[in-house]
């Protein structure tokens, strides 16, 4: 009798010690980029034309988060080699979390600088002249002196909702899969071996 109170004494503790690591270290929570690099790793066109206005820039970075990879294939490697516009819309996402950040000096003279060299060329490209030229300036001078001018340029000229803009007229160079094309109803097959007209 007192093997079967040892015996179930140490599958009660062992079921205790099973539940008290799922606690503490099985249902840690995905960070926001893991929920984005996991709904968006691969991108379809239908896919984004049916997202809101809201959701395209996060979809856009889930899957070039997803491309990445900290320890093999690191965003400065992948990221440039990427489209245009693609690179641009990064870099700009990232230019624009730095800015809010407060973190401007760092992005301009640390490890990020290549992509804010890709963020000026970005906001070139989605026509935000101004905060380019002062992004271009801030590059110069690596001190973070024009954060209160690019703030000011950015509410100006909204790189946000041009770069929405940018995708939304370009969404084949923002997807990984291919649409099949559209079939019309004279490429179809001729049923019974009648020929199509």
Same mark, same amino acid.
């Given at each position: ?5 040892? %015996? %179930? ?10 539940l008290l690591q799922q606690?503490? /270290? *099985? ?6 980029? #893991? ?5 968006? *790793?691969t991108l379809t066109k ?6 809101? #206005?809201? +959701? ?6 889930? !899957? ?5 990879? #900290? ?28 800015? !809010?950040? !407060?973190?401007?000096?760092? /992005?301009?003279?640390? !490890?990020?600088?290549? /992509?804010? +060299? ?10 935000? @002249? ?9 590059? @110069?001078?690596?001190? &973070? ?21 940018? %995708?939304?007229?370009?969404? +084949?160079? /923002? ?6 094309? +559209? ?7 001729? @049923? #019974? &071996?009648?020929?199509?007209?």
């Open positions: 009798m007192p093997q079967i109170v040892w %015996i %179930i004494a140490l599958l009660v503790a062992f079921v205790l010690l099973f606690v503490l /270290f *099985g249902r840690r929570s995905k960070s926001r980029a #893991d929920q984005l690099m996991a709904q968006y *790793g239908p896919q984004l034309e049916a997202l809101p #206005d809201g +959701e395209v820039i996060d979809a856009v970075i889930g !899957n070039l988060l997803a491309k990445t990879d #900290d320890k093999t294939l690191p965003a400065y490697a992948v990221i440039p080699a990427l489209s245009r516009g693609r690179s641009a819309v990064y870099a700009v996402w990232l230019f624009l979390c730095e800015l !809010n950040a !407060n973190s401007l000096a760092a /992005f301009c003279s640390g !490890n990020d600088r290549g /992509f804010a +060299e890709l963020a000026a060329d970005g906001l070139s490209l989605f026509q935000c @002249e101004k905060t380019a030229a002062l992004l271009k300036a801030a590059l @110069e001078t690596k001190d &973070g002196s024009q954060t209160a001018a690019l703030v000011e340029a950015v509410k100006e000229e909204r790189p946000d909702r041009q770069m929405i803009a940018y %995708i939304r007229a370009l969404p +084949e160079d /923002f997807c990984d899969v291919a649409s099949a094309p +559209e079939t019309d109803a004279s490429d179809a097959p001729a @049923e #019974d &071996g009648e020929a199509a007209e």
